[in-house]
């Protein structure tokens, strides 16, 4: 299993970012994907996931902010941030759960600016 994650950067508060997870070596189509964060000095906390037919379930800091969406064609899972805060700073990494353990992509930093 291999998660390549992109699309971070660096924006102003208020500005959008979309990033994207190419995954392989599992069934994509049929399996539930994520999106995390990890902030220095914090713990990792799940941004946003995805299941197989579309179903979303968000964190209540990004509802209405951060949209994750899934291409099956292109084995590949986005994450649009939109209305960006500085407290949305952090590393965030592409997740899956696939045979009874979690894979996790390299991660993309993404830091906003007040």
């Known amino acids: 299993v291999q998660l390549q994650a992109s699309g971070g950067g660096s924006v102003q508060s208020g500005g959008s970012l979309r990033l994207s997870c190419v995954a392989t070596?599992?069934?994509?189509?049929?399996?539930?994907l994520g999106w995390y964060r990890q902030a220095p000095g914090q713990q990792r906390e799940l941004v946003a996931a995805?299941?197989?037919?579309?179903?979303?379930n968000y964190a209540d800091y990004v509802k209405g902010r951060f949209t994750i969406s899934r291409d099956n064609a292109k084995n590949t899972v986005y994450l649009q941030m939109n209305s960006l805060k500085p407290e949305d700073t952090a590393v965030y990494y592409c997740?899956?759960?696939?045979?009874?353990?979690?894979?996790w992509g390299q991660g993309t930093l993404v830091t906003v600016s007040s």
């Open positions: 997740n899956v759960f696939w045979i009874g353990r979690h894979y």
């Open positions: 070596g599992f069934k994509f189509m049929i399996t539930s």
């Open positions: 995805i299941g197989s037919i579309g179903s979303t």
